[in-house]
């Protein structure tokens, strides 16, 4: 009874499983409806539940523990698993010290914060106001430590006798949750400053000491330092900005040495896979947690999550599609060198006032599409929080999801019940490679001065969710030109990883680290095409000139300061070789030399360089998604694709059809709404042949096999998702059509079933049919 992986699913008891499961509070539920829920999760296609161990309902009191029900029958921790195990699903279960969860205090008992204040997180005057919904613990403070560990070593007694290993259904435990939480990491300069780390000799001292010489320092700071206590821990952005990133760092490294903790304590009970959820809530951070564990052959699972609104409406439309292959991007980059299963083990399923289930569909069918195949859905099941556990949710904890407090069911379980069968029936698709043919590069440290807006200095504006990530951003019009893109991270990746790819894009500011620019430099001299804007680097990380990137191209960017006032951004026309005045925003740098390929204002904005083997495309303005009847800009991303000579995998004739190519499958999105109708080519073979084009009504989500085998039958290609085959019947699902193309080798004949036959040819060994149907699902019997 083991629980193993190969790096794409977990391998139970020797059977390749699929991670598809549902979040369920068994402390929020009433223990009279445990196994109703849970068998409706069941009926849904899960195999899985997840649930948070809260720490403070477990022990409301110092040393009164329990764990089965005996003062309260949803404290019935035992009890739960065991209906787990009966039902034959597995179970992650989430032990904190911390949940978060929406739950009073995050999970941290009050009687510990009051009998030891001193582990709260302290601001830069002193303590904080102690009525936050999540108090700020500082996780390495000592006392706290010695309170984990006497928790820990209650509750992994009773979850070690329920591992898998053990005859139970826990397949992984995972550390704390999202550690950063409570603005450790977003608010630079609110916590933390309790004494144990800005005291002399103190944790942040430590961290400088094994980071830094004092002359480095001194360089690094712009001033004389003779001693390491002499540098005190920032507490304003008019510090210098390397000294502010450095704390940013140091702050990171907290939370890896408290995940290092935790771990070591869970490694003397748990010998199921040990994982954990985004310990920074950052994405190119992840490259700090990558480093620390493997320095330290830390075995932990790299989990992440998906939300796209939070108390308010599910918005997931087509201008959230940048921001989702940059996140999933950034995540596989990391999660393939830890090579551990990908899974989404957050999933937004809840905390919205409805959920429309085509926005839904797109978001859950988007994450496989784009490599993270295992899903598990939070908050499944809607519950109610305890009497003098709530947080700032007040008494109901339903908000919006699948199955509701009441038992009832909401519209967007219909896409997790069909995606399920497709994931679980696909294998195929499960161990199919995805790979484009671009990549775009992150710059970590961009990430931090982002979030703090830390411009000081900088010409160029900070604000990348705007220009980059955001709704209009860069990468959401590279997601809509259909140029999809994996994410490189520029300190971590080898130039051998960078060439693998037909096109780099990166987003420059004022500074990069010197061995970033030299590898831009050695990757487009050996044969690379680099495109990056909206300027070139003119500094290093620590602020001093360096500019060997922009000196190897031959080229000089203006040197012009970026607006950050929204009132004050003008928009600005860019003209290109058959496009006329292109919208962007902010400034427009002028680019001396290459060969020009851009304008503004009689002069030239872009240009191309020939430089080694390879070439480069620097543009001095931003490019965004401004949706347009003329549509320049998804048109002049596609000039720069030509222009370098990239090819596109999937040729299509309605550009609002975005697909991903991914491996023997063609994902098929349609994420604006309204009626598409097209062709697409792939792997030489022209979709559909009969009919004259896949149409998509709705917003929606297709799975295109192209060569894939069904038992003796292959699948040549399908405007249809195969859903699975059992027996001589073929499942099939377009729930964004009524009519659906099917091309089989191997089959003579078919009999459909929810359908008929309007249209078929038989060329060789291969029939192909058109079947009209009501838009849904429908059965080819052969």
């Known amino acids: 009874m083991r629980v193993e992986h190969d790096g794409r699913v977990y391998i139970i008891n020797g059977e390749r499983v699929v991670i598809y499961g549902g979040t369920l509070q068994f402390f929020r539920v009433p223990k009279r409806h445990w196994r109703d829920r849970l068998e409706r999760m069941k009926r849904h296609g899960l195999n899985t539940v997840d649930t948070y161990v809260a720490w403070n309902w477990h022990e409301p009191s110092k040393g009164e523990l329990d764990f089965t029900g005996e003062t309260v ?16 699903m597995h179970a992650i279960v989430r032990p904190g010290p911390y949940i978060c969860g929406e739950w009073r205090n995050g999970g941290i008992p009050d009687w510990l914060i009051k009998e030891h204040p001193e582990i709260l997180a302290k601001g830069p005057n002193g303590p904080l106001p102690g009525d936050i919904y999540y108090p700020p613990i500082t996780y390495l403070h000592p006392t706290y430590l010695e309170a984990v560990s006497r928790w820990y070593d209650a509750v992994l007694l009773v979850i070690r006798d329920y591992l898998y290993t053990s005859g139970g259904p826990i397949i992984s435990v995972s550390i704390d949750d999202e550690p950063s939480y409570w603005e450790t990491i977003f608010q630079p300069f609110l916590t933390d400053y309790n004494e144990v780390i800005t005291r002399p000799g103190g944790l942040w001292e430590e961290w400088l000491r094994s980071n830094y010489s004092l002359d480095e320092l001194s360089e690094r700071y712009g001033r004389p330092i003779g001693d390491y206590s002499e540098v005190y821990a920032p507490a304003s952005e008019n510090e210098p900005l390397p ?7 140091f702050k990171i490294w907290m939370i890896n040495r408290y995940v290092e903790v935790l771990y070591a304590h869970l490694k003397r009970y748990i010998d199921v896979p040990i994982s954990i959820l985004d310990p920074y809530l950052l994405l190119a951070a992840w490259k700090h947690f990558y480093r620390y564990v493997r320095e330290r052959n830390l075995d932990i699972h790299l989990w992440t999550e998906f939300w796209y609104s939070f108390y308010r409406s599910f918005d997931f439309k087509e201008d959230r599609l940048g921001h989702l292959y940059y996140k999933t991007g950034i995540y596989r980059f990391y999660q393939k060198r830890l090579g551990t299963p990908p899974l989404s083990v957050e999933t937004q399923a809840s905390l919205a006032h409805t959920i429309e289930p085509d926005e839904a569909e797109l978001l859950y069918a988007l994450l496989p599409a784009l490599g993270i195949h295992n899903v598990n859905y939070y908050l499944y099941v809607g519950g109610e929080n305890p009497r003098g556990y709530e947080s700032h949710n007040g008494i109901t904890w339903d908000v919006y999801s699948p199955i509701g407090l009441d038992g009832s069911e909401r519209p967007h379980v219909e896409p997790i019940k069909w995606l399920g069968e497709f994931l679980l029936n696909n294998p195929e698709f499960i161990t199919s490679e995805l790979k484009p043919g671009v990549a775009f590069g992150a710059y970590e440290p961009y990430e931090a001065v982002s979030l703090f807006g830390l411009r000081r200095n900088l010409e160029e504006s900070v604000n990348l969710n705007e220009y980059l990530l955001g709704e209009r951003g860069l990468l959401t019009l590279l997601a809509m030109s259909n140029v999809p893109f994996d994410v490189l991270d520029l300190e971590e990746a080898s130039v051998e990883e960078m060439l693998s790819y037909d096109q780099l894009w990166v987003y420059s500011l004022d500074f990069m680290a010197r061995d970033v620019q030299d590898k831009l430099v050695e990757f487009v001299a050996r044969g690379g095409n680099l495109v990056i804007l909206p300027m070139l680097p003119h500094l290093d990380e620590s602020l001093s000139p360096y500019s060997a990137l922009a000196d190897f191209l031959g080229v000089e960017v203006e040197r012009v300061e970026a607006r950050d006032s929204p009132r004050l951004i003008p928009f600005i026309s860019v003209s290109s070789d058959g496009i006329d005045r292109m919208i962007t925003r902010n400034v427009v740098r002028e680019v001396r030399g290459g060969t020009p390929i851009a304008f503004a204002n009689g002069k030239p904005v872009g240009a191309l360089v020939r430089k080694g083997k390879g070439s480069a495309v620097i543009l001095g303005f931003r490019l965004q998604y401004f949706s347009s009847h003329h549509d320049l800009h998804r048109k002049f991303v596609g000039r720069l694709l030509e222009m370098q000579g990239v090819e596109r995998d999937v040729e299509v004739t309605d550009r609002d059809m975005i697909v991903i190519p991914h491996g023997n499958y063609l994902v098929l999105a349609n994420p604006r709404g309204h009626r598409l109708s097209g062709k697409v080519k792939y792997r030489g073979v022209e979709v559909p042949g009969l009919m004259e084009g896949i149409e998509m009504r709705k917003r929606g989500v297709l799975f295109l096999p192209f060569g894939v085998a069904y038992g003796d039958v292959e699948v040549v290609y399908s405007t249809a998702t195969v859903l699975g085959r059992e027996g001589d019947v073929l499942y099939l699902r377009n729930h964004l059509s009524g009519t ?14 929810g359908g008929e036959i309007v249209d078929e040819s038989l060329s060789g060994n291969t029939l192909t049919v058109v079947v009209e149907h009501e838009p849904g699902n429908f059965e080819l019997e052969f």
């Open 243 to 249: 000294k502010i990133l450095d704390w940013h760092r």
């Open 73 to 88: 029958p949803e404290r019935d921790l035992v009890g739960f698993l065991e209906l787990v195990q009966e039902l034959e």
């Open 740 to 753: 659906s193309e099917v091309a089989l080798r191997n089959v003579e004949d078919v009999r459909v079933i």
